[in-house]
């Protein structure tokens, strides 16, 4: 069991940054490190999207509407997985959630394997 925790949301006027971060902790986390680890986004009336995502061998992929602009990366000595998030603008506003899954794959293209591990979220509102 992988306990997952996000922090860094907030409110950001359209062309700034926000670092998200996403903490791990619980029973299996000696394994986390060789997890696919998952960013998602969601807005009310919309499906949720996947974001990015990073594999257990520094391998990552993005979702096409945040290449270039948003950087997925890892600290494996702190657990936590961080959203460099840039250039943000009103489109980007959304319920940001943080997500692991221990099978192969990693990716949060539409259709890819589903994650297991959700974090409760944390906030992110971009303003003109």
């Known amino acids: 069991e992988v306990h997952l925790v996000e922090s860094g949301g907030g409110s950001v006027q359209a062309g700034g940054s926000l670092r998200l971060s996403c903490t791990a902790s619980?029973?299996?986390?000696?394994?986390?490190?060789?997890?696919?680890r998952g960013w998602f986004r969601q807005t009310p009336g919309k499906e949720r999207e996947g974001v990015a995502a990073?594999?257990?061998?520094?391998?990552?992929n993005y979702a096409d509407s945040v290449k270039g602009r948003f950087i997925i990366s890892n600290d494996s000595a702190k657990n936590t997985v961080f959203l460099q998030m840039n250039s943000l603008n009103n489109e980007d506003t959304g319920m940001y959630y943080c997500a692991a899954h221990s099978g192969w794959g990693c990716s949060v293209a539409p259709g890819s394997r589903d994650f297991d591990y959700w974090g409760q979220g944390t906030q992110v509102t971009v303003s003109s």
């Open positions: 619980g029973a299996g986390l000696r394994r986390y490190e060789s997890y696919c």
């Open positions: 990073i594999d257990f061998d520094g391998s990552t």
